[in-house]
T-cell receptor, first 115, second 110 residues
């Protein structure tokens, strides 16, 4: 069974440009999460989808970030326009509805570098 | 004060020794606690969850929880070089909303 896959693995863009990160969760997992780790800091929650609905987006830093989950399958996280402080590793995770509260399956992350 | 605190390490132990990783949390109402392992450049992987005071053992891993002291630990017995990784302590706020510590880097020397 395929795990959580993320694309691209690494993206280098200039300040002001737009980047879209994609996450394919494990098949059948209704819960999908985005997390971010910026340099030297801990991994932080961004938002949570249940199927196509945003359950909790309290961690989204500002309105330059837009997350979508089309048809309850894959998800995209768009940063527009990107700023230097957006650099970091963006992790996607998924879990089935029957899983415990912290039992998440993470992808390997998309590293974003904003120059 | 950070919500979840860990010593960043690196923690170095010889092969075969017991590695002890510690974590404290600030919210006394926290109920669910997790240890994730992350190899360099790879995804975090859940290795232990603990919900009640005391010890929980799974193979070479033992998680310990003391809610009165707001303290969680992970013991790794018979440490192997393959255990060298960053260990992340996390507390659950709600389903899937984890508060992570910065992680402790463990190095097991052959």
């Amino acid at each position: 069974e395929a795990g959580v896959t993320q694309f691209p693995s690494h993206s280098v863009i200039e300040k002001g440009q737009t980047v879209t990160l994609r996450c394919d969760p494990i098949s059948g997992h209704d819960n999908l999460y985005w997390y971010r780790r910026v340099m030297g800091k801990e991994i932080k929650f961004l938002l949570h989808f249940v199927k196509e609905s945003k359950q909790d987006e309290s961690g989204m830093p500002n309105n330059r970030f837009l997350a979508e989950r089309t048809g309850g399958t894959y998800s995209t996280l768009k940063v527009q326009p990107a700023e230097l402080e957006d650099s970091g590793v963006y992790f996607c995770a998924s879990s089935p509805m029957w899983a415990g509260p912290g039992e998440l399956f993470f992808g390997e992350g998309s590293r974003l570098t904003v120059l | 004060q950070k919500e979840v605190e860990q010593n960043s390490g690196p923690l170095s132990v010889p092969e075969g020794a017991i590695a002890s990783l510690n974590c404290t949390y600030s919210d006394r109402g926290s109920q669910s606690f997790f240890w994730y392992r992350q190899y360099s450049g790879k995804s975090p992987e859940l290795i232990m969850s603990i919900y009640s005071n005391g010890d929980k053992e799974d193979g070479r891993f033992t998680a310990q929880l003391n809610k009165a002291s707001q303290y969680v630990s992970l013991l790794i017995r018979d440490s192997q070089p393959s255990d060298s990784a960053t260990y992340l302590c996390a507390v659950s706020r709600s389903r899937g909303k984890l508060i992570f510590g910065q992680g402790t880097e463990l190095s097991v020397k052959p």
